[in-house]
């Protein structure tokens, strides 16, 4: 399994340059677009391989503001043109799309807007307006990202997990042990994280959505406290010949928890398959 990295050169992410990414594999390109706070590397252990396997080139790239290094103030705008250079200096279009959270909302804007850059979109644990719950969750997010009274380690990654997880994952005990160590961590409190949690704050894009036209999947995951499944519903019902798949037992971080399933139905929708 080739990798080809490319890396560019920023001082600034909001010049228009192409984001540093990283190439697997040699098939056609599947283009992995990450949540809020996340890294390309979330990727990495599951996503990553089975898609090579499958026969796809996987590239994976931090959004803006994600590690180290200064930013402007960017929006949701940004990120999705930072998606779309990325696709059109990977050669020719259009590519295969996969976005979670954050990444999915991104993958919805590109899709809508730059159809001809959009083979086939896959949207993970998504939605289509900022509902009262979410709003004051991420604003909630927001302010403890500008210095809020902190909490210790131990405890954030009890949150974390409460938050994040299927119950059934929670109640294995060493399955739990391990994820609550893994999330246990100071709180990113930089300006690009909370840049890309503004982001998130949509307005209702449902009825635009419709204007959607190339084909395109929402996966929910059936325990998600973040964007519940009936939020992604909202978007595979408001886009014609959308694909749902709703994978039980599996909070937020779905593709980590079953990876074996999410994997599964990307490869069956690229394929064509149904589930």
Not at 137 to 156: K, L
Not at 203 to 229: E, Q, S, W
């Amino acid at each position: 399994m080739g990798i080809m990295t490319t890396r560019t050169a920023v001082a600034s992410r909001t010049a228009p340059e192409v984001p540093a990414h990283t190439r697997r594999g040699t098939g056609e390109p599947v283009l992995l677009i990450t949540g809020s706070g996340g890294s390309a590397r979330s990727w990495d252990a599951y996503q990553v391989p089975a898609l090579v396997r499958a026969g796809y080139q996987t590239v994976t790239f931090d959004n803006r503001g994600s590690g180290p290094g200064p930013t402007g103030p960017f929006g949701l705008d940004d990120l999705v043109e930072d998606a779309a250079r990325l696709i059109e200096a990977l050669g020719p279009a259009p590519c295969r799309v996969v976005g979670l959270s954050l990444g999915a909302i991104v993958a919805q804007e590109l899709a809508l807007r730059r159809p001809e850059l959009v083979r086939q979109a896959v949207f993970m644990a998504t939605r289509g307006r900022t509902d009262a719950m979410r709003r004051a969750m991420v604003t909630a997010e927001i302010e403890q990202s500008r210095g809020a009274p902190s909490v210790s380690d131990a405890h954030r990654g009890v949150l974390r997990a409460m938050q994040n997880l299927s119950q059934s994952t929670l109640a294995d005990d060493s399955r739990a042990q391990d994820w609550i160590a893994l999330m246990e961590g100071p709180l990113d409190t930089g300006d690009g994280y909370r840049y890309q949690l503004e982001s998130t704050l949509i307005p209702d894009r449902l009825r635009d959505y419709a204007g959607i036209t190339v084909p395109c999947a929402v996966i929910a995951f059936g325990d998600d406290l973040v964007t519940p499944p009936h939020l992604g519903r909202e978007v595979a019902d408001a886009v014609e010949g959308c694909r749902y798949v709703e994978i039980a037992h599996c909070g937020h971080y779905g593709h980590l928890e079953d990876p074996g399933a999410v994997n599964d139905a990307l490869t069956a929708f690229f394929a064509g398959h149904p589930e």
